[in-house]
């Protein structure tokens, strides 16, 4: 596959990967929070994330690039006279070089864990971003892995519809819903395949 265009800045991606060949990225439940930990390290600095599920293989998330004067903001404290943006992209590559070297590590393996390059779809109308929300939200169901998607804990479905902490811009996609209930309706209503129709590409 041939390598596609960066992230751009102050855009919203559909952002996905996969284990290499297929093979498992997670499988105890310590490696999600540790992979979380480390998107939080690598990823918060240069985007805002409003929707996520890890699953067994494979991963998605909703993000969008900040500008680069909201990465200064978000990174700097007091003097950024050496400040410099960061790209997107390799922030990806950083979080995925990250995370299977402690994974490689733990389970005595080599070479390399995720699909290279790591699969983008650049989001750009509102019915897209509600209709992406509520796909990632419901993927392990939509895979098999549970029988009702609200029993995976690996996703953003719970941070979303609570109020709980949490740094994910809750507030932005509870606005595209119309608010809470109407997130948690549109989340419990049957998906048809237009719902997921074009979300991804295999």
Known sequence: MPNPPLLSEGCTYHVYNRGNAGDDIFVESRNYAYFLEKYAAAIWPVADT??????????HVLIRTLMPEEQRERT????SSAWRPLSASRQF???????AL???????????????????????SEAHLYRLVVYIDRNAQHHGFVADFREWRHS???ALA????????????????G???????AHEAPPS??????LVVE
């Open 50 to 59: 409003y929707a996520y599920c890890l699953l067994r293989n494979h991963f």
């Open 76 to 79: 700097t404290d007091g003097d």
């Open 156 to 158: 953003s479905y719970h």
């Open 193 to 198: 395949d237009d719902d997921v129709a074009g």
């Open 93 to 99: 590559g950083a979080l995925f070089g990250s995370y």
């Open 102 to 124: 402690g994974y490689n590590k733990t389970y005595e393996r080599t070479g390399s864990l995720f699909e290279h390059p790591f699969r983008r779809i650049r989001v750009e």
């Open 162 to 177: 609570s109020t709980r902490a949490t740094r994910l811009r809750r507030d932005v996609v509870l606005d595209w819903f």
């Open 179 to 185: 608010g809470v209930e109407a997130f948690v309706a």
